[in-house]
């Protein structure tokens, strides 16, 4: 669990499930806290979050909740 990635991807996906987020508000937010590393996009590829087709707002998924218990 050394890998800094994990940690991020915690950090995102705790982040965007506690409380309502719209895709605008996570990107920009995400772009300013990491723009070197692809931890939003490696998400969304591992479907740990869920978003509307529009792109109003963005969820964790199932699965992303998953990987939250797991990988604590």
Known sequence: ?????????RQLLEWIDGGRRTRAEVLEAW???CPRLSIWEDACIEGLIDGDPDGGFVTVSAKGRH???QSA
């Not at 669990?1 to 991807?9: Q, R």
């Open 1 to 9: 669990m050394n890998d800094p990635t994990v940690a991020l991807t």
């Open 31 to 33: 772009k300013t806290s």
């Open 67 to 69: 990987w939250l218990r």
